[in-house]
């Protein structure tokens, strides 16, 4: 036989022992109530419903017979003691408030000027007249004592009118939008009784007049049960009084009216007034005049602000003064997506939307994480400020009356207006349930299944709360999410395609300024090439419509979203026919975002992706974009050598389409974090050893047939400069030496004229007119330079080292290295020039001096005209030269003594000499970031423009370009600038002391 405790159990109380124990305490009415215990197994929280309910009974039994009379009341009360702990303690402490919610009465919304007036009377204000009035025993009546027993009333009252809007709102008898309306009037007429309260506290209160303007959800008459209340003050002081008096008193009456809301009381606080969001923030003054408030936003506010004061309104206060600054601000509010930098403080506010998340919570926020109410309601105010320019009927400050304006305008979709609407109700519902059950401000789904369970019961689910909670909630996050990615894009594909069946109808106009506001520097071009991406029936343009709203903001979010969706364009015109192409896009959302990224941040990778578009597949693996090693690419090249043995030509055209498609690897790579950028100089450098290589071989074996005969002499490749310290760039020349050695019985003209013939056919195979990046060979740092012979025998090189060597070309000979051709001979003139670069005795004095005196002439007279010194990343000070030659002399003076810095690598010999003792390890880590940072705005010049470049552009648009694709924030392009001086000038710091100053 089922026991009572039992019995209760099954009905949902989860502690049926204590559900039996705490009906017993309430009497044997309440036991044989059938009525009352259908009403506990109702609410949310059976269990929470009876503990505060027999907690009430001990203060108030008269309450048990109230309920058994009254079956609204009975609903009402248990509703809100099953949902909320906090309101549950609210009436134990304060056993006439359940009394509100009989009658009547407790099914009727309380009028705005009603809540304010019971407010101000709480507090002892008259509520007809509360301005010269004083809180609690008139205007002599400013002790702390009298302050705090206001504040606690207020806290009491307040408490009380959410008590009775909580039960409305939790048995269903007001909306979503009347409960946060009224949620909002509740906190407008508390802070008019904080004011109040701070008149009381400050005798010259009549001197100024004050308003205060609400602003979030407070302003748009949305707000939920615990929230930070954001406000904005603004003052004018009286006829005859000094404004200064008059902004300090003004000043006084603001701090008064916020800790007579925020302050804590035994009766708790009611929530934070926040006046963050007034200009300069925490920053400025907390009281301003309306000249000093225009003024600011006129010269110096950024869209966000404008973004705020969208949701402005007089709350409290001078209302006459509080409508005035409205109305001002309206002007600059409807005309800031006009604004120069619109696209950049738009991005800035995605930024800071998404930085607010907690770590491990993301997927838990219902405010700021994916598909949260931020997503929502920032694409409903970022539609409202492009297009509300022109259409007055955007003009709302709530976020559904201004999405419902949207669709009505044809500025967002019927369906997806609805969808939208749905979701961000569903989540304000979830919202409220959580705040409702300690009144304390939150925004996180909880994970423990009993909290969930409260949840999902409040919501009106009983099969299975916990379950059916979490897939609406889910649900409705994914399709928030998704129509926040495509608001903005899919009208401009309805707008130029002319698709049938279609709801929305932008003008090009609106479409055009849409597009400028998120971007778009061309929006008339833009559409155009949104109309010949989607316009059409085919399966191909079908599947654009589908894929273009998502890449057109991922191209937004791009440095550069027109060259992103030309390139887009052109890759899909070359590809449109290839199945797989638009199907991996389509399938694969990482891919498809990659490229995206890509096209709209390099000209150089989207240059190489339309000479080879096929490599597009390589996106959608992590593994694909980790450069492979120089074995299997140089087994790649020997084979496509071997296959155009009779056409040195084709045999190139082979192996530099092979270098195209490495390069891009490495290059997006590079751009998406995964190497870093000494990882990239090993890449390019091995790249380039392995091109050598197979030119070389294909020029070799064109040689041989032209001459008939056995090639006659022994080539090698040796690598100098970037080539040889594996640091080459995306735009660097590949600076080399050659030499060769006659075989045993070979005429030595012969061979010679071999060589050269072999090192002129090498050069002109890789630097033949191509689609392919070219690979210029250098080889003006071997002897004599330019005038010297181009190649030369490894005996003809130690008769001129013998003879004739002077510093520099020790110092050039230290990043010499085998790149290509036989590795013997490679050896042997690497052990030819041991001795030059690494003196057995270093060096002395004078050929320091003599090198000190290169370098500041190189300094003096290299660097290009007009060209900024502090901006010059190669010659520049503290640019490459200066911690390059730091390192190698260095070399030069200890190398002999210290195998650790026989290195090539400039990083390398830098940290071989913080190991030997000859550099502080804090001037290492200073060299290095100077050298690393150059190296990176190097390549970024050449990713971002398709052309090399030496110095950080003057053009704003080309910094910031460079600047996004280095990862810095799309108004990050200052900040770029000032980190790389501030790194350089420290670098120049170091060289100045070690390199010019050390003995």
């Known amino acids: 036989m089922q026991t009572t405790a039992g019995r209760l159990a099954r009905l949902g109380f989860a502690d049926g022992a204590q559900a039996e124990r705490l009906l017993d305490d309430l009497g044997p009415e309440a036991v044989g109530d059938l009525d009352l215990l259908a009403a506990l197994v109702g609410a949310a929280d059976p269990d929470l419903a009876l503990i505060s309910l027999n907690r009430l009974a001990e203060r108030d039994p008269s309450v048990l017979g109230a309920l058994r009379a009254d079956p609204g009341l009975r609903s009402r009360l248990l509703g809100v003691f099953g949902l909320s702990a906090a309101l549950g303690d609210h009436v134990v402490r304060h056993p006439e408030h359940w009394k509100l919610l009989s009658g009547d009465e407790a099914v009727q919304r309380t009028p705005r000027h009603a809540m304010r007036s019971e407010l101000l009377a709480a507090v002892g204000a008259d509520p007809d007249d509360p301005e010269p009035c004083a809180a609690h025993g008139g205007a002599e009546a400013t002790s702390g004592t009298s302050a705090t ?248 400050r709530a976020t559904l009356p201004a999405l419902a304006a949207l669709s009505r305008g044809g500025y967002v979709g019927r369906d997806d207006a609805k969808a939208l609407a749905e979701a961000y109700t569903f989540l304000r519902q979830i919202e409220h349930l959580l705040q409702l059950h300690r009144l304390r401000r939150t925004h996180v789904v909880p994970e423990n299944v009993t909290d969930l369970r409260r949840i999902g019961r409040g919501l009106g689910m009983v099969v299975d709360p916990v379950g059916e909670f979490t897939t609406r909630w889910k649900r409705h996050a994914r399709e928030a999410r998704r129509l926040h990615e495509k608001l903005f894009y899919r009208p401009l594909l309805q707008a130029v395609a002319r698709l049938p069946g279609e709801e929305v109808r932008l003008s090009a106009a609106a479409a055009s300024s849409r597009l400028s506001a998120l971007g778009y520097a061309d929006p008339d071009g833009a559409l155009r090439h949104i109309a010949a991406l989607t316009s059409g029936v085919s399966r191909r343009a079908a599947i654009q419509r589908t894929l273009l709203p998502v890449m057109l903001g991922w191209f937004a979010d791009a440095p550069d979203p027109d060259a992103g969706l030309l390139g887009f364009r052109q890759i899909s015109d070359k590809l449109g026919t290839t199945p797989w192409y638009l199907r991996l896009l389509r399938d694969e959302t990482a891919v498809a975002e990659r490229l995206a990224r890509l096209l709209g941040t390099s000209r150089y990778a989207t240059g190489l992706l339309l000479h080879s578009p096929d490599a597009v597949a390589m996106l959608g693996s992590d593994g694909e974009l980790t450069p492979r090693p120089k074995q299997a690419i140089a087994g790649e090249a020997a084979a496509s050598v071997r296959r155009h043995s009779q056409d040195a030509e084709s045999a190139v055209v082979s192996v530099r389409a092979l270098r195209r498609r490495e390069l891009l690897r490495t290059a997006v790579a590079g751009l998406v974090g995964r190497i870093d950028i000494e990882e990239v100089g090993q890449a390019l450098s091995e790249l380039n050893d392995v091109t050598i290589q197979a030119a070389l071989d294909s020029a070799v074996h064109k040689v041989t047939l032209e001459r008939r005969g056995e090639f006659p002499t022994r080539f090698a490749v040796i690598a100098m400069g970037r080539l040889g310290g594996y640091e080459c760039s995306y735009g660097s020349d590949a600076d080399v030496m050659f030499v060769h050695s006659p075989l045993e019985g070979a005429d030595d003209k012969a061979a010679a004229d071999a060589a050269h013939a072999v090192a002129n056919e090498l050069r002109r195979l890789l630097a033949r007119p191509a689609p392919d990046p070219p690979l210029l060979i250098d080889p003006d740092l071997r002897p004599e330079g330019r005038q010297g012979p181009l190649v030369r025998t490894l005996s003809s090189y130690a008769a001129y080292y013998r003879r004739w060597s002077s510093p520099w070309e020790s110092q050039a000979l230290l990043r010499a290295r085998f790149s290509a051709g036989d590795p013997h001979l490679g050896e042997a003139f690497m052990e030819l020039v041991e001795p030059l670069r690494y003196p057995p005795d270093g060096i002395g004095e004078a050929a320091m001096r003599e090198i000190r005196r290169l370098k500041a002439r190189m300094e003096a007279e290299r660097l290009p005209r007009g060209a900024d010194p502090l901006l010059h990343t190669k010659l520049g000070r503290g640019g490459l030269s200066d911690v390059e030659w730091l390192a190698q002399l260095i070399q030069l003076r200890h190398a002999c003594e210290i195998p650790e810095l026989r290195t090539t690598r400039t990083l390398e010999a830098l940290r071989a000499a913080v190991g030997a003792g000859l550099l502080a390890s804090t001037d290492e880590e200073v060299l290095a970031e100077a050298w690393r940072f150059a190296s990176q705005i190097r390549d970024a010049i050449m990713l971002v423009r398709g052309r090399a470049g030496d110095s950080i552009p003057v053009d704003v648009r080309e910094r910031m370009l460079i600047s996004r694709a280095l990862g810095y924030p799309p108004d990050g392009s200052e900040d770029f600038v000032e980190d790389y001086l501030r790194t350089t000038r420290r670098a120049r710091v170091v060289t100045e002391r070690v390199f010019y100053g050390g003995a």
């Open 149 to 396: 027993s206001a504040t606690s009333a207020l806290r009491v009252a307040y408490r009380g009118r959410l008590l009775h809007l909580a039960a409305r709102d939790i048995t269903g008898a007001a909306s979503l939008s009347e409960i946060t309306s009224e949620l909002s009037d509740l906190a407008s007429g508390a802070l008019e009784a904080g004011l109040a309260i701070a008149r009381a506290e400050v005798p010259e209160s009549a001197d100024v007049r004050l308003a205060v303007i609400g602003m979030g959800k407070c302003g748009a008459r949305e707000l939920n049960y615990i929230s930070d209340v954001d406000v904005v003050f603004v003052a004018e002081p009286r006829d005859g009084v000094d404004e200064t008096k008059a902004l300090q008193t003004a000043t006084r009456l603001a701090q008064g009216m916020m800790r007579a809301c925020s302050t804590s009381t035994p009766e708790g606080s009611l929530w934070e007034v926040d006046a963050a969001l007034r200009p300069e923030g925490k920053a400025g003054p907390l009281v301003r005049t309306l000249t000093s408030h225009l003024t600011y936003y006129r010269r110096w506010a950024k869209t966000w602000e404008f973004q705020a004061l969208l949701k402005a309104r007089p709350v409290a206060g001078d209302l006459e003064l509080g409508g005035e600054y409205v109305a001002a601000v309206n002007e600059l509010v409807w005309q800031s997506a006009a604004r120069e930098n619109f696209v950049e403080d738009v991005q800035a506010m995605r930024r800071r939307v998404e930085a607010h998340v907690r770590a491990g919570e993301a997927d838990r926020q219902i405010k700021l994480g994916p598909g949260g109410l931020r997503d929502i309601e920032f694409a409903v105010q970022l539609l409202q400020l492009v297009h509300g320019r022109t259409d007055g009927l955007l003009r709302r």
